[in-house]
């Protein structure tokens, strides 16, 4: 929910909403919450798609423009194993961000919330402070982390037996 809401609040002040908008998204927010209705509860989802009142094109313009961060489509990335394997899916899914590699001591970290300070914050505890940020789409992240989940509930196969 901070994340939601520190979100906002960049967005309003980016003038990438306004205000009344943000109001009634996080309404909206609130009744997906109650619904159990945990993925589609995110602040850009209810904005963009139901609200339509936020371009994603726009939002992503305004990070590389006013926050100097790269663009990443974890679609045609190789994601090393180790990240795979130790990605903790629930942080991933509440921050809409996604650690994909790792250089010397710099983390590559893919989010579509990157102007929530409560979700830089987040990852800077988890990964320490040298994080190199991209941003990407909603959907994205969502393919991938849902593409992630479906890999690790697939059974294990048995070991053949020798004889």
């Not at 969502?142 to 294990?156: C, H, Q, T």
Request: overall charge negative; hydrophobic content about 40%; glycine content about 4%.
């Amino acid at each position: 929910m901070r994340a939601n809401r520190l979100l906002g609040a960049a967005l309003v002040e980016a003038n990438l909403v306004k205000i009344e908008d943000l109001e009634a998204a996080n309404e909206r927010l609130l009744e997906l919450l109650q619904s159990d209705a945990e993925r589609q509860a995110t602040l850009l989802g209810v904005l963009m798609y139901e609200k339509k009142v936020l371009n994603e094109d726009d939002l992503l313009h305004h990070m590389i423009e006013n926050d100097g961060i790269g663009l990443i489509d974890l679609r045609t990335y190789d994601v090393p194993e180790e990240f795979r394997k130790e990605i903790d899916l629930a942080s991933c899914w509440a921050t809409w961000t996604v650690p994909f590699d790792k250089e010397e001591d710099y983390y590559f970290v893919a989010t579509a919330y990157y102007l929530s300070p409560a979700v830089r914050s987040h990852w800077t505890k988890q990964l320490g402070k040298n994080i190199l940020w991209f941003g990407t789409t909603l959907e994205v992240i969502s393919d991938y982390l849902e593409k992630l989940e479906a890999d690790r509930n697939k059974p294990v196969p048995a070991a053949t037996a020798r004889s």
